[in-house]
């Protein structure tokens, strides 16, 4: 949430806030159609929490709720900037991805998942109050999957969701901030500049980073025979989420992501094929051993070999 508060309030709160706004003058709290409506424990409650965003004129009543009162500056900041937010299809966007990833583990049930439709009728799949469409819960669906935060499930009756282990991490580490970790890879919460990566089961491959502090860098893949797809697609998942916090240069960060893709779409294939799957593996490492060599942040190399070594044993 981005509004200016230490609340996040609900649609019928706002709704009356809103209402204090417009009014553009002192107004009777009670006296409000949507204030009206509530009983004396609710209008005391929303009287109690609009503290911060109204200035009281008028003494309260007997029994504590809200009287005479004008909202004040911080409260008119709060509500144009909801109605902002409410408005912008950026802010809406990173709204719903945020909702429908929170959402997905509470809808999981008996080894399956509720269409991506049910989650329209959601108590939290809105904006402020208004209510997202269902064009936008697809287009959050899509780039939940696509961010390999989620598994889509298509089939004749739409798109069903199943939890990844990175977008579980989102909601562990992150609070569901998916630009946070966007912005930041999966550095951990600890504080410093130390950060973990793990590729999955296998030996240790440790490598010492960070500017003032420490961490290791797990590259912990095994396979016997031939490709493993799921640990892959694992290595993939870190790759992507990693490499915006290393400071590849523009045009090499662009083939990496392109290989990327292409191994992304030949593993979802119904017979992947292993020549191209090398292919483009290789690839993404001859790019990542150039870049590492540039990097703009080049205390975060050990970052980038810890994907190259981990590389290496998959392909």
Not at 18 to 45: I, K, Q
Not at 99 to 110: F, Y
Not at 300 to 305: E, H, N, R, T
Request: glycine share 12%.
């Amino acid at each position: 949430m981005n509004i200016m508060t230490d609340e996040v309030l609900t649609p019928t709160e706002l709704a009356i806030l809103e209402s204090m706004h417009d009014a553009r003058g002192a107004v009777v709290f009670s006296d409000l159609p949507l204030v009206r409506a509530l009983d004396d424990h609710e209008r005391e409650r929303i009287g109690n929490l609009f503290s911060p965003l109204v200035t009281e004129i008028g003494q309260r009543s007997g029994d504590g709720i809200l009287g005479l009162a004008k909202i004040n500056s911080r409260g008119q900041n709060y509500v144009n900037k909801a109605r902002q937010e409410r408005d912008s299809p950026i802010a809406r966007a990173t709204a719903c991805r945020a909702a429908l990833l929170a959402w997905v583990p509470s809808a999981e049930h008996d080894g399956g998942v509720e269409h991506v439709s049910a989650f329209l009728g959601h108590s939290s799949a809105h904006l402020h109050g208004l209510a997202f469409t269902m064009a936008e819960i697809n287009e959050a669906a899509d780039y939940l999957a696509e961010e390999r935060l989620v598994i889509a499930q298509r089939g004749l009756a739409g798109m069903s969701l199943r939890l990844h282990h990175l977008g579980r991490r989102v909601l562990e580490n992150w609070n569901g901030d998916i630009v946070a970790w966007q912005r930041h890879g999966q550095r951990d919460g600890g504080g410093g500049d130390t950060y973990r990566f793990d590729f999955g089961p296998g030996a240790t491959i440790g490598a010492v980073i960070g500017r003032d502090n420490s961490g290791t860098v797990n590259a912990t893949v095994g396979i016997s025979h031939g490709l493993n797809g799921q640990e892959i697609a694992a290595w993939l998942a870190s790759v992507h989420a990693i490499l915006p916090t290393v400071g590849i240069e523009s045009d090499r960060l662009a083939r990496i992501e392109q290989a990327v893709s292409e191994l992304h779409g030949e593993l979802d294939a119904p017979a992947p094929r292993e020549g191209i799957l090398r292919r483009l593996g290789q690839t993404v490492l001859d790019e990542l051993a150039k870049g590492a060599a540039s990097l703009a942040l080049p205390h975060l190399a050990p970052i980038v070999a810890g994907l190259i070594e981990a590389g290496k044993q998959l392909f």
